[in-house]
């Protein structure tokens, strides 16, 4: 079975850094699409950065030149870079992931990490 498991979220200061993974384990053939979205209380779940099998990037306007996706192909992983960190960047943050594996071709979720920016 197919799973993404999310690592790095925690509390850091306004102005602070923090680095996410996701990584994709089971029996994958293709991955088409990995994205970082966050969702904070009472709110909408909102894409904020999208990486594609070429490597093209696309990110919300409110993170742009302050949050960097990458990929390890290898590994099967995105990252999410966050640096210049805000207090309403504070949210749950889900790593998804459109893939091709045993089961086909499926969209998967991992299970939310939580990023709290404050001092």
């Known amino acids: 079975q197919v799973m993404l498991v999310e690592s790095g979220g925690g509390l850091v200061q306004p102005g602070g850094s923090l680095r996410l993974s996701c990584a994709a384990s089971?029996?994958?053939?293709?991955?088409?699409?990995m994205r970082w979205y966050r969702q904070a209380p009472g709110k909408q779940r909102d894409m904020v950065a999208t990486?594609?099998?070429?490597?093209?990037?696309n990110y919300a306007e409110s993170v742009k030149g302050r949050f960097a996706i990458s990929r390890d192909s290898a590994k099967n992983t995105v990252y999410l870079q966050m640096n210049s960190l805000k207090p309403e960047d504070t949210a749950v943050y889900y790593c998804?992931?459109?893939?091709?594996?045993?089961?086909?071709?499926?969209?998967?979720w991992g299970q939310g990490t939580q990023v709290t920016v404050s001092s």
């Open positions: 998804n992931a459109d893939l091709n594996g045993d089961s086909g071709w499926n969209s998967y």
């Open positions: 990486i594609a099998r070429g490597g093209m990037t």
């Open positions: 089971g029996i994958i053939f293709t991955i088409y699409h």
